[in-house]
């Protein structure tokens, strides 16, 4: 029977461009200093003009099977999560699909700004415990960098482009996930969105003229959020497995902002060097952070078989996500 489910692959793809705090300062009103001070960024990666979100998807999906093991012909569901797809339809599961050469099988996109990901491993979670599937491939991917205005100070030094991707199969009993939280309050949706493009503003000259297919955001607002969000779902999470702070050997927060980490581990009482950081190199990349970050955190030695995990995260909406993973006890494939 069955227990849960875990990861037994994970992947990344980052783009080539590196975009510096000092290249930045050259084209808008800002310097190296002030957006460290404010952000933790040093720099972001930007997609090539040729390159969409199904590109990094791609990348990531496929190191991640190399790592797993698994060949194309075994997954049994793929899971999107993506703010910036190639297009509206098809969804961004269908395109990798065709490229990875799987069968026909389940391919959806998931929508829930920077949450997204962690909203798909828990579908993900989901079907491989009520038997829909046994081996599911979950991938956050963005381009941020084309729904960026590079002219706004205020949004332009947080975005960058990036893919990651996990492989989840059946756990043994104690092992892999232990526990989900997932949240949404709509009365946060003006604070960050964009406001144009879709089926309330359909793209038109007018809300070109006005910005409106950019990132809009209320930085202050965003920011009170996010730490509040941060540490409730990272500690429902925790309850919900009947686990407290003390149990916790790592972290894995989404990289938006280094100050709204620190904040978030001085209120849920767990030391700093227990959250893996990396916005310094890549910035604020949507549902692409916890993946990369989980991925880089796995290669650095920062997570161990046996060891307690949080994966947490917050977005636009509002949005907000937690897990807690137990790294490890993957049930071998079927030959």
């Given amino acids: 029977m069955r227990q849960g489910s875990t990861i037994v692959g994970l992947g990344r793809y980052l783009p080539g461009r590196i975009l510096t705090n000092a290249e930045l300062a050259r084209t808008v009103d800002t310097t190296d200093e002030w957006i460290r001070s404010r952000t933790g960024v040093e720099e972001r990666r930007i997609a090539a003009p040729e390159e969409a979100s199904s590109d990094l998807a791609y990348g990531?999906?496929?190191?991640?099977?190399?790592?797993a093991g698994i060949g194309p012909a075994e997954i049994d569901l793929i899971i999107v999560g993506t703010t910036t797809p190639d297009m509206v339809f098809p969804n961004v599961a269908c395109l990798i699909q065709k490229r990875l050469g799987t069968r026909t099988v389940g391919c959806l996109d998931v929508s829930a700004a920077c949450s997204?990901?962690?909203?798909?491993?828990?579908?993900?979670?989901?079907?491989?415990v009520s038997g829909q599937a046994?081996?599911?491939?979950?991938v956050g991917a963005e381009t941020l960098s084309r729904i960026t205005n590079w002219r706004d100070r205020a949004t332009c030094v947080l975005f960058g482009d990036c893919g990651g991707a996990a492989v989840l199969r059946p756990a043994r009993k104690g092992d892999g996930f232990l526990s989900f939280t997932l949240g949404g309050d709509g009365q946060g949706g003006d604070a960050l969105?964009?406001?144009?493009?879709?089926?309330?503003?359909?793209?038109?000259?007018?809300?070109?003229e006005r910005g409106e297919h950019y990132i809009a955001m209320n930085g202050s607002e965003v920011y009170q959020f996010a730490v509040r969000a941060l540490c409730d779902a990272a500690a429902q999470a925790l309850r919900e497995a009947?686990?407290?702070p003390a149990d916790v050997d790592?972290?894995?927060?989404?990289?938006?902002?280094?100050?709204?980490?620190?904040?978030?581990?001085r209120r849920l009482k767990i030391p700093m060097e227990k959250f893996f950081v990396n916005v310094q190199r890549y910035g604020n990349t949507s549902a692409a952070s916890i993946p990369v970050a989980l991925y880089e955190a796995a290669a650095a030695g920062c997570v161990r078989d046996g060891g307690l995990g949080v994966?947490?995260?917050?977005?636009?909406?509002?949005?907000?996500?937690?897990?807690?993973?137990?790294?490890?006890?993957?049930?071998?494939?079927?030959a």
């Fill in 60 to 67: 990531a999906a496929r190191e991640a099977l190399e790592t």
């Fill in 116 to 128: 997204s990901f962690v909203y798909g491993l828990s579908v993900a979670h989901g079907a491989i």
């Fill in 134 to 138: 046994e081996t599911v491939l979950v």
């Fill in 193 to 208: 969105q964009m406001k144009a493009g879709g089926s309330r503003r359909p793209a038109s000259y007018e809300t070109i």
């Fill in 242 to 244: 009947d686990l407290g």
């Fill in 250 to 265: 790592f972290v894995i927060p989404h990289q938006a902002n280094i100050r709204i980490i620190e904040s978030a581990a």
């Fill in 311 to 334: 994966l947490v995260t917050f977005g636009a909406g509002y949005t907000w996500a937690a897990c807690t993973i137990r790294w490890g006890g993957g049930i071998r494939r079927r």
